[in-house]
């Protein structure tokens, strides 16, 4: 799998590929049909499979100063893309140049001449180029100039509604990862390295690992029963703290997990943890055997709740 971007010429070997074209934050199911379809043309016309994603997400460009909304990262996608079929990710940098770009030189100079793609694939709701002017439409239009084929995917439907990275977020701000779990297709999962925290969790007999959230968006703070996948492939079971700690001044916004049955160093590694079931809200603590009794109950409650 490789990741490429538009700074360096695309490998010979990968030109004439069939394009994967869209942002794929969360790589929900219907990004994974997008996906798949280009995977299933790749094969049949012997292509390989290129995945275009954006980083920055346009929308951090246009509004920089909207809350954290995130659900994967460059890495995480990488991943995802890899294991769905894809031979390589294209990430195009989103900046204000790329804004700018009009429809038409998106199609022909950047996807035809620069990748050489031979065709594209993309949602049916895809908009690109400056001023959003070009939509599926447009892209068949332009890309029949360019001698690239252009198709679409209709919508997934769940429970009757599209599937959409939207839907994903809103389950998990509502603390509900079972329903953003059946949109993704796997648990939403917050990938970072461990960093040096007050380690309190030592002296009350849980330490943890932390993390910042970083660009991630924040899902509903509370407890939550975890699994744990280390930077040496290791999967453990866990319970999680994902919020500010009430019971602790100042209030710092972490995720505080403590993993079942090891022990180890993990700072300065990178570890994704993946919320799996929402156990209660956050709560504030008089005393610190209050604190203890009730995170002895939540352990219980997350190892039942993993089986």
Not at 37 to 58: K, L
Not at 72 to 83: A, I, N, V
Request: charged residues 20%; hydrophobic residues 45%.
């Amino acid at each position: 799998m490789e990741r490429l971007t538009l700074d360096t010429p695309v490998p010979e070997a990968l030109r004439g590929a069939i394009l994967a074209l869209g942002n794929f934050d969360g790589f929900h199911l219907g990004h994974q049909a997008v996906v798949g379809r280009a995977v299933q043309r790749g094969a049949h016309e012997r292509r390989p499979v290129i995945v275009a994603t954006f980083d920055p997400h346009p929308v951090r460009h246009f509004k920089p100063d909207a809350a954290p909304f995130r659900l994967t990262s460059l890495d995480q996608r990488e991943r995802l893309f890899g294991q769905a079929g894809a031979d390589a990710m294209m990430v195009f940098g989103f900046d204000g140049q790329l804004a700018a770009t009009s429809a038409e030189e998106f199609v022909a100079s950047l996807l035809g001449q620069r990748i050489g793609a031979a065709g594209v694939i993309t949602g049916n709701d895809y908009t690109f180029g400056a001023r959003r002017t070009g939509n599926a439409a447009v892209l068949a239009e332009l890309g029949a100039r360019a001698g690239i084929v252009a198709e679409t995917v209709a919508p997934v439907l769940l429970d009757g509604e599209a599937v959409s990275s939207s839907r994903v977020r809103a389950a998990l701000t509502a603390g509900d990862p079972g329903a953003a779990t059946r949109l993704l297709t796997r648990p939403f999962a917050i990938e970072c390295v461990v960093g040096h925290g007050d380690k309190r969790g030592r002296t009350l007999g849980y330490p943890t690992a932390n993390v910042p959230l970083g660009p991630y968006l924040r899902p509903k703070y509370g407890i939550y029963a975890v699994r744990v996948r280390l930077d040496d492939g290791s999967e453990h079971k866990g319970v999680a703290s994902l919020g500010i700690r009430p019971t602790f001044d100042p209030p710092v916004e972490m995720l505080e997990t403590f993993i079942f049955d090891w022990a180890g160093d993990l700072y300065a590694r990178t570890i994704e943890v993946a919320l799996v079931a929402y156990l209660r809200p956050e709560l504030k603590f008089d005393d610190m055997g209050a604190l203890v009794t009730q995170m002895d109950a939540d352990s219980a409650e997350a190892r039942r709740v993993l089986g």
